[in-house]
């Protein structure tokens, strides 16, 4: 174990104290290791937001239990300096153990502001790299050239070269590496020193993974042409005659070795798309073949054959990070949308590979789900891990641009595999528009009662548990939301049952409404197509790029961006195809009876149903109200007659927890 992490965790031992005060301002004990120690040392932890939440919080679950005579150990977790402690009720100061974090007293030799910056799962390379090249105390820009140096690999003052800023942009967009916007300035004004780069856009394809790929498509068609044009007349060229819409040199190195590496993967993955061209065929034994569109059908199979290996050499372990897990989510979706976009004879002779590989991830995600999913709902809402996180991160949008207007689209059932079977629609509809990719988890079980809700009201199911069968509450959730950050109640809009074209009216209505500035839809066709779905995960895909094509979608996105409105996208849950192992019969016992998910009021009820079932699996009661006990269906299979085939949703897969997250915006 890092020593950063062992000197925060040497504090918390067992017995000492059943309540700790932490003051943690800058949310040490909230990353992800320093969590599950935590709770490997038999502590549970509580963060206080908010006076009334954590009040019942911690009368219901922790101050009942130890009257009770239970051993449990709290420790409760303020974002605040330790001076602040006391905002904290008398009654709970008193009576704790009180302790005190932050990044300053872990790195004393580097500027707090950076370090504050930093994404926590940058800590372990950081103190690594302090343990090799210890540092004397460090400013503002010498912090940030060491961070950029050893953390992240990029040492602007060495790039000399396209080849070598490219390679550098690729690994940093590829890998979605988190790098904090003052280090990116930091970057462009080191960069822009040797004067090398003036006529590349730097501002944009540096921080905007969009438009970097975006930059990169434009150039493509361009360096294809150049296999066949001598250099001679490719100078004589004016780079206004190729009509770029982002300014910046016409031909980049895409064959230098350091480029090619990432090039197959950028176009198997959906983030380039392969172009057409004359003469193609003089191309088809090469290299750049796979950003070329020759022979479809051939095409198709080398993506999955190739997306295969890839997605096999990149499976997480089951103690890496969070956002490790949505990066590959988003490369496994690129998987799955390639299986079922091709014909039955490559389905065939891929199948044992991908039900091999299938297995190994469901076996993977289920063990870091039970080790460390507990830790995902108390993380900061900046970007948002968890649903329940995404209104808070809207609030902060919201706040840093006066005028700045939102909508907050949840499409019900959507997984990121469908999602992007939506987005090749629309991109191929809407040219005005661009796409910031990203993944959120679900709330498990992965049902819209649970996971729709936390959406809406940015609250964790254990704070509406008076409605937490029902979706009725949402729009109410969602106004009081706003009321609480500073918006009155006509600035905010809702509207459920959203997807055919006799529905676009109500949104017409509402966005005509002149003091809107937030706004959630609720879109129920995926859903709707879900539970009718007898085809499996290729016939999900069809209907829903069928629905696309109808252009409901494309006109609110239309409509909402023309409006100047933010647009943001996501979902509760996804979907995954599964097969029976027989149907409990229960009775009236279980309030929710789910394909993939049962629930019960009480632990003694599933025990009975689990005795019947024993491969199914009891899901703790991680945010949930205390008389919600979920049995899930294990692996790929379903609460219903054996062997018969459904697409459901409720589950531990990649494919129903981790959904995407999608900033649609016009381009400027």
């Not at 969590?35 to 937001?49: C, N, V, Y």
């Not at 974090?101 to 103190?127: E, G, K, N, V």
């Not at 949008?397 to 090749?424: A, C, E, H, N, Y």
Request: some cysteine; hydrophobic content about 40%; aromatic content about 10%.
């Amino acid at each position: 174990m890092p020593h950063w992490r062992a000197k925060i965790l040497q504090h918390f031992t067992p017995q000492i104290s059943k309540l700790t005060l932490v003051a943690d301002p800058d949310g040490i004990l909230l990353e992800e290791g320093i969590l599950a120690g935590i709770r490997t040392k038999g502590f549970e932890l509580l963060t206080f937001d908010d006076h009334i939440a954590f009040r019942y919080a911690y009368e219901s679950k922790y101050r009942s239990r130890w009257d009770q005579g239970e051993l449990t150990e709290l420790v409760v977790v303020l974002r605040s300096e330790f001076h602040e402690l006391d905002r904290l009720p008398y009654d709970i100061f008193e009576a704790a153990r009180k302790l005190s974090f932050t990044l300053m007293d872990l790195f004393p030799a580097l500027s707090y502001p950076i370090l504050r910056s930093l994404d926590m799962s940058c800590l372990d390379a950081l103190h690594a790299a302090l343990q090799k090249f210890p540092q004397p105390n460090l400013g503002d820009k010498a912090t940030s050239d060491f961070i950029l140096r050893h953390v992240f690999h990029m040492a602007p003052e060495i790039i000399n070269t396209p080849s070598e800023l490219l390679h550098i942009l690729l690994k940093k967009h590829y890998q979605r590496l988190l790098i904090p916007s003052g280090l990116e300035e930091r970057f462009i004004e080191v960069l822009s020193l040797n004067g090398s780069f003036q006529d590349w856009p730097l501002e944009d394809i540096i921080p905007k993974r969009d438009l970097f790929f975006s930059f990169l498509q434009e150039r493509w068609p361009v360096y294809l042409k150049s296999l066949d044009v001598p250099q001679a007349e490719r100078i004589k060229m004016p780079r206004e005659a190729y009509g770029f819409g982002l300014p910046g040199p016409a031909h980049l190195p895409f064959g230098h070795d350091d480029i090619r590496i990432y090039m197959d993967n950028l176009f198997l993955e959906g983030m380039l798309k392969p172009v057409e061209l004359p003469r193609a065929e003089k191309l088809a034994q090469q290299w750049v073949s796979v950003g070329i569109v020759i022979n479809e059908a051939h095409r198709k199979r080398e993506q999955v054959k190739k997306l295969i290996r890839s997605v096999e050499a990149s499976v997480p372990s089951g103690q890496s990070f969070h956002q490790e897990w949505i990066s590959f989510a988003l490369k496994w979706a690129s998987l799955e949308t390639a299986i079922a976009a091709a014909d039955n004879a490559v389905m065939e002779e891929f199948s044992e590979d991908v039900a091999h590989l299938q297995a190994t991830v469901d076996k993977t995600f289920s063990a870091w789900l039970f080790n460390r999913y507990a830790g995902l709902y108390n993380q900061p809402p900046n970007p948002p891990v968890m649903l329940h996180h995404i209104p808070g991160f809207l609030a902060n949008q919201l706040s840093q641009t006066p005028q700045k207007r939102i909508v907050f689209i949840l499409m019900d059932g959507l997984s990121l595999g469908q999602w992007f079977v939506l987005k090749d629609v629309l991109q191929c509809r809407i040219r005005h528009i661009q796409f910031q990719e990203d993944g959120v988890f679900a709330w498990i079980p992965t049902i819209t009662s649970l996971s729709r809700q936390a959406a809406f009201s940015g609250k964790i199911p254990m704070y509406f548990s008076n409605s937490i069968h029902t979706t009725d509450k949402e729009p109410k959730l969602w106004e009081q939301f706003w009321l609480d950050h500073g918006l009155r109640a006509n600035q905010t809009g809702f509207l459920k049952n959203l997807g055919t074209s006799a529905s676009f009216a109500r949104i017409e209505e509402l966005m005509d409404r002149p003091h809107i500035r937030v706004a959630g839809l609720v879109i129920n066709t995926v859903d709707d197509i879900m539970h009718g779905m007898q085809l499996g995960t290729a016939g999900m895909h069809s209907q829903v790029r069928q629905w696309g094509e109808e252009g409901f979608l494309e006109k609110v996105i239309g409509l909402l961006t023309d409006n100047e409105f933010d647009v943001f996208l996501s979902s509760d849950h996804g979907n995954v195809e599964a097969t029976g192992f027989g149907s409990p019969k229960e009775g009236v016992l279980a309030d929710t009876k789910g394909e993939r998910v049962r629930i019960y009021s009480d632990d003694i009820l599933r025990s009975q149903v689990f005795d019947k079932h024993p491969d199914s699996i009891k899901w703790p009661q991680i945010g949930l109200p205390e008389n919600y006990f979920a049995l899930l269906a294990p692996n790929r299979k379903a609460f219903i007659s054996d062997g018969k085939r459904t697409v459901a949703h409720g589950g531990l897969s990649l494919e129903e927890v981790i959904v995407p997250f999608v900033h649609i915006s016009k381009k400027s």
